[in-house]
């Protein structure tokens, strides 16, 4: 019901900053908020940032507040990234929720749809 496309990933110096995209098509009417997760080799996908609207808010792990910013509508999120590091280097994944109340919204099973993932890779 709710298409979404990630991109702008690529390869930076650490310290450099990427954007990341993402695009929603569908019903996104039934969007209640979205999210940004990782996934480094090896390790489980985490949580990054999230925002919601009406009224509108924004929340972030821990390892990138401070560094990352996730901003725009429901049809476009992005995720300002600056002060790259190396331990940020994963897939990246953008994700909708289309349920309301859900417990722990920082878990990946609160999401309903997933884009394909954009890789950032940065090197020391």
């Known amino acids: 019901q709710v298409q979404l496309v990630d991109s702008g990933g690529g390869s930076v110096q650490a310290g450099g900053s990427l954007t990341l995209s993402c695009a929603a098509s569908?019903?996104?009417?039934?969007?209640?908020?979205m999210a940004w997760f990782r996934q480094a080799p090896g390790k489980e996908r985490e949580f990054v940032a999230r925002?919601?609207?009406?009224?509108?808010g924004t929340d972030y792990a821990d390892s990138v507040k401070g560094r990352f910013t996730i901003s725009g509508a429901k049809s476009m999120v992005y995720l300002q990234m600056n002060s790259l590091q190396p331990e940020d280097t994963a897939v990246y994944y953008c994700?909708?929720?289309?349920?309301?109340?859900?417990?722990?919204?920082?878990?990946?099973?609160?999401?309903?749809?997933w884009g394909q993932g954009t890789q950032v890779t940065v090197s020391s």
């Open positions: 925002i919601w609207w009406g009224p509108s």
């Open positions: 569908g019903r996104t009417e039934m969007i209640f908020d």
């Open positions: 994700a909708a929720s289309r349920r309301r109340g859900v417990y722990r919204p920082t878990v990946v099973d609160a999401y309903d749809d």
